[in-house]
Nanobody, 121 residues
Framework: QVQLVESGGGMVQAGGSLRLSCAVS????????MSWYRQAPGKERELVAA???????NYADSVKGRFTISRDNFKRTLYLQMNSLKPEDTAVYYC???????????????WGQGTQVTVSS
């Protein structure tokens, strides 16, 4: 069974930094896109940053220049380096992975349990 475990969330003052990690465990035959989403209270879940298996990345406009997504395919771990944090970055951050759990070509989307990031002003 594929599981995603996030870590690295916490509370930080505005202007500070945090680094989130997402470790993928279980039987995996291949990983395609890996992404970070976030959901603030009363708001819909939104894409923060994504990384394709080919190495392409894309970011939400609100985090461009401040956040960096990276992945270690050998360790099957996704990272999100967050710098110059703002109070509006406060949210639960979720890891999202598109992966192939078997020999067959079907891919599935998996979600982590979420990690809270709180930025105080």
């Amino acid at each position: 069974q594929v599981q995603l475990v996030e870590s690295g969330g916490g509370m930080v003052q505005a202007g500070g930094s945090l680094r989130l990690s997402c470790a993928v465990s279980g039987t995996i035959f291949g990983i395609n896109a890996m992404s970070w989403y976030r959901q603030a209270p009363g708001k819909e879940r939104e894409l923060v940053a994504a990384s394709t298996s080919g190495g392409r990345t894309n970011y939400a406009d609100s985090v461009k220049g401040r956040f960096t997504i990276s992945r270690d395919n050998f360790k099957r771990t996704l990272y999100l380096q967050m710098n110059s944090l703002k109070p509006e970055d406060t949210a639960v951050y979720y890891c999202n992975v598109e992966a192939r759990p078997s020999y067959y070509p079907d891919t599935y989307v998996y979600w982590g349990q979420g990690t809270q990031v709180t930025v105080s002003s």
